[in-house]
């Protein structure tokens, strides 16, 4: 079989856009972090977990969290798609890494409800 | 007379005779009150060892056959200073192609690319009885891209284009592209967008900007992909 070279997907754009608007979300999130974590000083367990337990930080933190794991999903699918060829091999890694970044999401939003 | 001996290492492969490619030795006289470029030592070169194979034509950086590696960057050797090159002056193929013989590479994949993005004027409306007119601000768009000769140096010092080149389009083939997008007379400016909307096409680009580096005609490669990606945006928004 000729392997025919198949591009035109279209697509792209967006995900171009929300790898620059996530890392802005990550850019405020560590001055947000490191601003609060200046004016608390957190010196303990309890400090830290006191930081955590208001409400818009465990928002802001999982917002942050979230745009971590959408950003690193651009680009580790941009990873294979530079250097990983055969295609089968290509979508089990890219589902894989989906399945670990959504995995990653659900458990950040229970250790930060928990608190 | 200036004359000194310049020290070079020279990229040698010749499919019928060799296994596989070597780097070899090299040294020549040169007159420094008539050489200036690399491609005058070059000429010196090739006339005492004549199976040393390399393009030229122009020799003044218009046509762009000479582009080649030299010491490590991608570059044009007519226009390379030979007082400026650290010795030995290593030589080697654009890298990224197949190479044919010495310093010859095959450039069909590269041309393959600067082809697909129709590097023509596109324009259904009746034609003029003399040439589409341009004010001389739509003519400025223009500047900094109809300058590129495709010697290719641009796109064989990309990874995105080594890794993917037949996808990703590449920095010389992306330049053009964005030739004909801000040029006012052509009428496909959303075909093209269509066309460039694409995860290979264009959005293997990680903006690491070694095509600006090696520019011989000091082109901005990166500022034209970045140009078709604001103009994406702001069909999209």
Same mark, same amino acid.
């Given at each position: 079989m000729v392997n025919r070279i198949l591009v035109g997907?279209?697509?792209?754009l967006k995900d171009w856009i929300i790898q620059r608007a996530t890392a802005v979300v990550m850019a405020l999130y560590t001055l947000l972090f490191l601003v609060v974590v200046g004016a608390?000083?957190?010196? &303990?367990f309890e400090a830290w977990r006191a930081v955590f337990a208001h409400g818009f930080m465990k928002f802001a933190t999982f917002l942050f969290l979230v745009s971590v794991f959408y950003h690193a999903w651009i680009g580790i699918r941009d990873i294979w798609m530079d250097y990983v060829k055969p295609d089968g091999l290509r979508l089990l890694l890219m589902i894989a890494t989906a399945t670990v970044l959504v995995g990653y999401a659900g458990w950040a939003f229970q250790i930060l409800w928990r608190i | 007379m200036a004359t000194s001996t310049m020290q070079f290492k020279i990229y040698r492969y010749d499919p019928d005779k060799d296994n596989a490619p070597y780097m070899q030795d090299a040294s020549v006289e040169v007159d420094f009150s008539l050489d200036r470029k690399l491609l005058d030592v070059l000429t010196r070169l090739k006339a005492k060892d004549d199976s040393l194979s390399y393009r030229r034509s122009? @020799?003044?950086?218009?046509?762009? &056959?000479?582009a080649m590696n030299i010491n490590g960057k991608n570059g044009l050797a007519c226009l390379?200073?030979?007082?400026?090159l650290k010795q030995p002056v290593v030589l080697r193929p654009l890298p990224g192609l197949p190479v044919i @013989?010495?310093?010859?590479?095959?450039m069909t994949q590269f041309f393959k690319q600067y082809h697909s993005i129709k590097p023509y004027l596109i324009n259904e409306g009746p034609r003029p009885e003399r040439e589409r007119l341009q004010s001389p601000e739509e003519r400025e768009e223009l500047n900094g891209l109809?300058? !590129?000769?495709? !010697?290719?140096c641009c796109s064989t010092s990309c990874p995105s284009f080594w890794w993917n080149p037949d996808k990703f389009v590449g920095p010389a083939g992306l330049l053009n592209a964005y030739r004909f997008i801000a040029d006012? @007379?052509?009428?496909a400016t959303n075909e093209r967008l269509d066309d460039l909307e694409d995860p290979y096409r264009?959005? @293997? !680009?990680?903006?690491?900007?070694n095509c600006v580096d090696v520019c011989p005609k000091g082109l901005n490669p990166t500022r034209a992909i970045g140009k078709i990606k604001e103009m994406m945006v702001r069909r999209a928004i």
């Open positions: 997907a279209h697509y792209g608390v000083g957190p010196d &303990s | 122009c @020799r003044e950086g218009i046509c762009g &056959s000479d390379t200073e030979i007082k400026d @013989r010495d310093l010859i590479v095959d109809y300058e !590129c000769i495709l !010697c290719a006012t @007379r052509d009428q264009l959005f @293997r !680009c990680h903006t690491i900007m």
